[in-house]
């Protein structure tokens, strides 16, 4: 070991919080505690390495101006450049965005990516602005954040309430304020563009895709046919409506659905296009679409179902609600949307999950790849980005669960042991400076 020695005693057990900050830290622990995680390097890790902090005005379409509060958090660089979203939603704040940025670490040293993790947003309800409101509030909040990010330091991507559209300003604006000599060659500053624009084809449904492919995996390796079985959806969005697409095209059935504004189900099943088609016309809604019958937001995961995939937001399952499920699967579409209460509930009960750090990593592969192609001015076409998304995602999934079985370990904890294994390889490797 060539880190510097030190005298650390080990992190104990103690009862979980409800705070998504929490709910990594024990995650963290329990998987450090298993691959017995040198002192220092646990140091290191628990620990983010910059929060960056910024109030920026911006006038409104009526001459107010409103004065905003965005954040960056970059956890660890020790594989590359951080790496995640930026959310537009009232939730977002420091705690949020430190439990995020170090979901992406592990996430992206799983999948194997020369990245670290980063995450951030602003704190912000976006539908109470206008287009050009919220494109002067993404400008201002890129220039605000400079130097910050950057396409080898920080390249952020399309989160809760962001989009192709959002990126394409950020870029814009990035790329506005650099000399004219190097504007076109930090194009890479953000992932997620439009196509148009830099973006990767296919990059719209690269995390939905991922959460398809690893319940395929998932049922291929329990001799399980996904025709006929039926899934429920929290969330959506781009990834909730990807994923149940792709499902619906092997046979399986959307029973139920849970957005902002409520929860519907239909045990004959949703036709998941008409339901996206409804919801794009209704403000983001699917409340009273047609053949469907309304349901208490309480009893969502309580619906009788196959499978279960909360693509919303974190701390979604908890031992309140977990007690309820009756799916056999939960494939964690959301980054933490189930707390540590929650999970034990499920473990105990039998019900099988595919972590976030893998389940949804085909997002942050899809923007690796983007980036690959906006540094060496390629352009990838769909069929050979879906066949590497397939690739990529098939030898994840394949090294969680054979670690998994091998190690008597749940799951989660298995992708943990993978992801801070290959972080702390690259700390031994290299040692600590000075």
């Given at each position: ?116 993790g980063g995450k951030g947003g602003i704190k912000i309800d976006p539908s109470k602005y206008s287009e050009s409101e919220l494109e002067r509030i993404t400008r201002r909040f890129t220039y605000a954040l400079a130097d910050n990010i950057g396409p080898e330091h920080d390249i952020p991507a399309p989160d809760v309430n962001t989009n192709s559209q959002t990126m394409a300003w950020i870029a ?86 849970q957005d902002a504004y409520g929860s519907i189900q239909n045990q004959n099943g949703l036709n998941v296009k008409n339901l996206f088609d409804y919801a794009k016309l209704n403000k983001g809604s699917i409340v009273d679409f047609p053949n469907s019958e309304s ?140």
């Open positions: 070991m060539t880190v510097l020695k030190a005298s650390v005693k080990k992190a104990t057990k103690k009862q979980p919080l409800r705070g998504m900050m929490d709910n990594v830290m024990e995650q963290f622990n329990s998987a450090a505690d298993h691959i017995n995680l040198h002192p220092n390097i646990r140091k290191i890790l628990s620990i983010t390495n910059n929060e960056i902090l910024v109030n920026f005005p911006v006038k409104m379409d009526n001459g107010d101006v409103e004065i905003f509060t965005g954040y960056r958090v970059q956890h660890n660089s020790a594989l590359g450049p951080y790496k995640g979203g930026l959310r537009y939603h009232p939730t977002v704040d420091l705690d949020a965005a430190r439990a995020l940025a170090m979901w992406m670490t592990w996430k992206t040293s799983l999948a194997g990516l020369p990245y670290g814009d604006t990035y790329m506005s304020t650099r000399p004219p000599a190097q504007r076109t060659a930090n194009q890479h500053v953000v992932t997620g563009k439009p196509d148009g624009s830099g973006g990767l084809e296919g990059r719209d449904r690269a995390t939905g895709f991922g959460v398809y492919l690893t319940i395929k995996f998932w049922a291929e390796k329990n001799n399980i046919d996904l025709k006929g079985k039926k899934y429920i959806v929290q969330g959506f969005g781009n990834v909730g409506y990807w994923a149940s697409l792709f499902l619906e095209k092997d046979g399986a059935k959307l029973v139920a659905v349901l208490d937001k309480d009893d969502f995961f309580a619906v009788d179902c196959d499978i279960c995939i909360p693509a919303a937001l974190g701390n979604q399952i908890t031992k309140e609600n977990a007690p309820k499920i009756k799916a056999n699967l939960i494939a964690e579409g959301a980054n933490g949307p189930t707390n540590v209460d929650g999970e034990r509930i499920l473990l105990e009960r039998g019900i099988a999950i595919i972590p976030d750090i893998l389940c949804n990593s085909g997002g942050v592969i899809g923007s690796y790849f983007e980036w690959l192609q906006n540094r060496n001015g390629e352009i990838w076409h769909l069929e050979e980005v879906m066949d590497k998304l397939s690739k990529k995602l098939r030898g994840s999934f394949n090294k969680v669960f054979d670690y998994s079985e091998r190690e008597d370990i749940d799951t989660r904890t298995a992708a943990f042991c993978i992801a801070i294994e290959r972080i702390e390889k690259a700390y031994v490797q290299r040692g600590i400076f000075p």
